[in-house]
């Protein structure tokens, strides 16, 4: 079941247009539009302040 959860997940956030890696530590997945570079920003989790643009930031 988690495995079909997870999957749904990706599968929806690509649906809508993001990249959809997710943070190897958990808890973010990256935001962006498809892209080659490898840099990945997650804009909704993770920000330190309600204002801040962007949150987790990683590169693969």
């Known amino acids: ?7 749904a997940e990706t599968s929806a ?5 993001y990249y959809a890696l997710v943070h190897a530590e ?3 997945s990256c935001t962006r ?3 080659s570079d490898r ?4 804009h909704f ?4 302040q ?3 643009a962007s ?6």
Do not use: V, Y
């Open 45 to 48: 989790n993770g920000r330190k």
């Open 39 to 42: 840099r990945h920003i997650d």
């Open 1 to 7: 079941m988690a495995q079909r959860r997870a999957d």
């Open 13 to 17: 956030s690509r649906t809508a247009g």
């Open 26 to 28: 958990g808890g973010a």
């Open 33 to 35: 539009w498809p892209h």
């Open 55 to 60: 949150g987790t930031e990683w590169f693969e």
């Open 50 to 52: 309600l204002g801040d």
